[in-house]
């Protein structure tokens, strides 16, 4: 049977009809007691009005017309020919789970066709489930499709995105521990729009980096960046970048730290605003108190005890920070 054909047949069917029909009715031959199809009610009036299933008694039983459409479907979506069925017969191979998955390069076919939900089910399938699909990631990085280069990013050689337009693209590259200083250096050029740069922020691991960043964006895109990541708001840098917006509640405040103590005794002094300081000092005044209630267990502030709780403390801080 034709592809052609097929796809005439089937042309309102649904990816639930398609998986019914051919995985979990009918598996014990071409005839189906009634009492199965309740819940595939449409499907056997699309069968009836085709000629392809009918009455027999109180079973449904496929005439030769269904057997070989049922037949070809079978082969069809095991196939290369599966790019040109109708969509949900895609959908349904990629999505409901079957015995074997497809090839590598019939699924380069779907993530080559028309649908943006089978070319991303295609491309994950490539890339997590398929032996030796990653090497085709490359190939997937040049795809016009973003969604498709997200998913071939953390496989893919890095420099083939040191163009890229996309900043999720370039989040999922960096996530996937691709990037290296080519593409830092690139992403983080004043050149890029802010959205790389932000992205890019996750590969800054020095200040003076950090400070060359801040110095190429506007106020507001400061503070969002220092607020992406922690370990770098710290000290003049982060109050300088929360004073240039000129707004007393930047959510910066929330997140600064080893900052000195003009700029949080301004914002404590503030009648208005500051709220996001003024609630982590107040949460530090409570904690200290329950600490030092809790220190009188000790016999003071040189017991060894004390210090080793202290530095285990620090440690855990500072490696939380530094994710």
């Keep these: 049977m034709e592809i052609k054909e097929i796809n005439e047949l089937t042309h309102n069917w649904t990816a639930d009809e398609f998986a019914d029909f051919l995985h979990y009715l009918l598996q014990h031959g071409d005839h189906e007691s009634m009492r199965s199809w309740w819940r595939s009610t449409s499907l056997l009036r699309k069968l009836e009005a085709t000629g392809l299933a009918g009455l027999d008694g109180d079973e449904v039983a496929l005439t030769p017309a269904g057997i070989e459409l049922r037949d070809a479907l079978y082969l069809l979506e095991e196939s290369d020919g599966l790019a040109d069925a109708r969509l949900n017969l895609r959908v ?10 497809l090839g590598a390069d019939t699924l380069m076919l779907l993530v080559a066709g028309r649908s943006g939900r089978v070319r991303a089910d295609a491309a994950r399938m490539l890339m997590e489930d398929v032996d030796g699909g990653r090497e085709y990631a490359d190939r997937l990085a040049k795809c016009w499709d973003p969604k498709v280069r997200i998913l071939a990013a953390p496989y893919a050689d890095p420099h083939l995105f040191l163009n890229e337009t996309d900043h999720d693209v370039i989040e999922a590259v960096i996530k996937g521990g691709r990037a290296d200083d080519v593409c830092r250096e690139r992403w983080t050029s004043p050149d890029e ?12 691991t020095d200040g003076e980096r950090a400070d060359r960043m801040l110095d190429a964006m506007e106020p507001d895109e400061r503070v969002m960046f220092l607020g992406a990541y922690p370990r770098l708001a710290v000290g003049e840098r982060a109050a300088n970048a929360c004073r240039a917006t000129g707004d007393d509640e930047a959510p910066l405040e929330y997140s600064m730290t080893r900052v000195s103590d003009d700029y949080p005794r301004e914002a404590l002094e503030s009648k208005t605003g500051h709220w996001e300081l003024k609630s982590r000092v107040e949460d530090y005044r409570q904690a200290l108190r329950e600490a030092m209630r809790l220190e009188r267990l000790f016999a003071g502030p040189d017991s060894q005890v004390l210090a080793e709780i202290r530095g285990q403390v620090e440690a855990e801080i500072t490696e939380e920070e530094e994710r």
């Design 92 to 101: 349904h191979r990629l999505e409901d789970r079957h015995a074997a998955p």
């Design 193 to 204: 729009p802010f959205e790389i740069r932000l992205a890019a922020g996750a590969l800054v």
